[in-house]
Structure formats: structure tokens, C-alpha cells
């Protein structure tokens, strides 16, 4: 079956600490991956993804991502956190020829000053 | 601005009430989706639909049902066969598969509250 792993329910990072959201994934062909944000009570907001290319990938608000394909991971990372960044992150993926993504279960990320 | 609109943002039911929430685009996209949100679960995905009068069922579609009657709107009733409905509901939009990266673009959600 074709999931999403977010392996960490909560993360506490200090302010001006890096920060790092986890993600790995089991699909087929080769994946199209997707960080989004949310704040309470309102939608998802679009962070960053990965298509092909080079596995750093840059995003809104000083946020990046890593791709491993060997590990099957896209983890999240910013290097300074902000207390604004305390929210809940999803993950997602869409599988090789697949025209849905798949959410992982999300993780809350809580920055204290 | 181009966007999801969803309505109403807060909405409360009676048991046994079947309830309509509404969701419209105008980013010219192909295809819209409805996820349910419960904490701790993710987004689980009840309906979508990739072009007009047409729409599949997801993951959870049971005691919902969609119709796709235009291009820009998708709106989605709870009915009063859904055992357990309270839930944030939100609908998103995305370029056509195959010609676009499936990125979703989602509205601001709908909080479904059953007295």
C-alpha cells in the first residue's frame, strides 16, 4: 500500500534553533513530493515541492526540503527557527502516475521563544 | 484574486439534517477535491472530480455525496447517513494530472459542528 510517514507527532525547537520535519514515504514509480503548512482554523498553505532536479529544494518563508531516494525521505528544515512558524506541517505525495496525493498524518511544530 | 472559496466557514447541524457546503474556484482548474479533517488523522480524501459531471468517490465517500454541474464549483452534502460528521471539511483545486505537478491549492475550510 502506498503511504506517508510523518514520524513525530510534535517538534520543540527553541527560536533561532534549526528545525527539522520529518517525512518518508513508500510509493510507486517515481514520486512527486509536496510540503504544505497550516494554521489553526484555515487551509493548507503550499510550502515547497520536488519534481526532479536537484534534491535541495527552496521554499516560502525560508523553508527547505531534502530529497533522499534512497531513503525515501523528504524531510523539512529551516535553519533559524521563528515563533511564527509554530503551526501543523503535512507532508504529501503523489505516486508515479497517480492523479491524487497522499497526506501523511501531519506533525505540530512549536517554536518557543 | 484568484482562489478557493469556501462557505459557510462555520456551520452547525442538527442530527439527521443533511447539510450543503460550498466550494468555487476561479483558477481555471480542471480538478477540485474534498477532504475531511479530523486531529491526528491527516486529511482523508471523500470526493474528487477531474472534469465537469464527472467525480469519484475517495477514501471515506460514505454518507457524502458531490455534484460538479460547473467547472468552478464543487460543493459537497453531508448527509444524515454520515454516523459521526463533525469534522473540518476543505476543498481543493489542482491543474488536470498529466499536465500540471498535482499541486493542490486549497480554500479556507468549513468547520461542520452536529448538536
Known amino acids: 500500500a502506498q503511504s506517508v510517514a510523518q514520524p513525530e507527532d510534535q517538534v520543540n525547537v527553541a527560536e533561532g534553533n534549526p528545525l527539522t520535519v520529518k517525512c518518508t514515504y513508500s510509493?510507486?514509480?517515481?514520486?512527486?513530493l509536496f510540503w504544505y503548512v497550516q494554521y489553526p482554523n484555515r487551509g493548507l498553505q503550499f510550502l515547497l515541492k520536488y519534481i526532479t532536479g536537484d534534491n535541495l529544494v527552496k521554499g516560502s518563508y525560508g523553508f527547505e526540503a531534502e530529497f533522499n531516494k534512497s531513503q525515501t525521505s523528504f524531510h523539512l528544515k529551516k535553519p533559524s527557527a521563528l515563533v511564527s512558524d509554530s503551526a501543523l506541517y503535512f507532508c504529501a505525495v503523489r505516486p508515479g502516475g497517480y492523479n491524487k496525493l497522499i497526506f501523511g498524518a501531519g506533525t505540530r511544530l512549536a517554536v518557543h521563544p | 484574486d484568484g482562489g478557493i472559496t469556501q462557505s459557510p466557514k462555520y456551520l452547525f447541524r442538527k442530527e439527521g439534517q443533511n447539510v450543503t457546503l460550498s466550494c468555487e474556484q476561479n483558477l481555471n482548474h480542471d480538478a477540485m477535491y474534498w477532504y475531511r479533517q479530523d486531529p491526528g488523522q491527516g486529511l482523508r480524501l471523500i470526493y474528487y472530480?477531474?472534469?465537469?459531471?464527472?467525480?469519484q468517490k475517495g477514501d471515506i465517500a460514505e454518507g457524502y455525496s458531490v455534484s460538479r454541474e460547473k467547472k468552478e464549483s464543487f460543493p459537497l452534502t453531508v448527509t444524515s447517513a454520515q454516523k459521526n460528521p463533525t469534522a473540518f471539511y476543505l476543498c481543493a483545486s489542482s491543474i488536470m494530472a498529466g499536465s500540471g505537478t498535482g499541486e493542490l491549492f486549497f480554500g479556507e475550510g468549513s468547520r461542520l459542528t452536529v448538536l
Open positions: 510509493v510507486s514509480g517515481n514520486p512527486y
Open positions: 472530480s477531474q472534469i465537469v459531471n464527472d467525480f
